[in-house]
């Protein structure tokens, strides 16, 4: 169980230094929610699933499961709000980015 955990806190820190990069380069709001949302809930799924096979007890692996599963629900919601929220306000598309007519959210 140890090298399991160890490769899922590698794969942890990969995504979330992946999204750090993507809120670093990327050009626009929209671009630096997706890259951050999706790599850094996978990074703290991943590092937060090392830990529950790292050995804790069952009163704490527990609990890392309960706040597992608020992050998988929380940090997508949050950026779909934010998104949303960034877009009634007008921020605008980074340069060169087309939208369909049909695919205009709101």
């Keep these: 169980m140890l090298v ?3 490769l899922l806190l590698l794969g942890g820190l990969f995504f979330s230094f992946t999204a750090t990069l993507g809120l670093l380069r990327l050009p626009d709001v929209y671009n630096r929610l ?3 949302t999706k790599c ?3 990074g703290a799924g991943l590092i937060l699933l090392a830990l529950i096979l790292s050995g804790r007890p ?7 499961v309960v706040i597992l599963i608020f992050l998988w629900l929380a940090n997508p ?4 709000i934010l998104a949303r ?3 009634a306000a007008g921020t605008p598309l980074a ?5 369909p007519k049909e695919e205009r959210p709101c």
């Design 4 to 6: 399991a955990s160890k």
């Design 34 to 36: 997706h890259a951050t």
């Design 40 to 42: 850094d809930t996978l």
């Design 58 to 64: 069952p009163e704490q692996a527990v609990k890392l």
């Design 77 to 80: 919601t949050a950026a779909h």
């Design 85 to 87: 929220a960034a877009w």
């Design 95 to 99: 340069r060169g980015t087309e939208l």
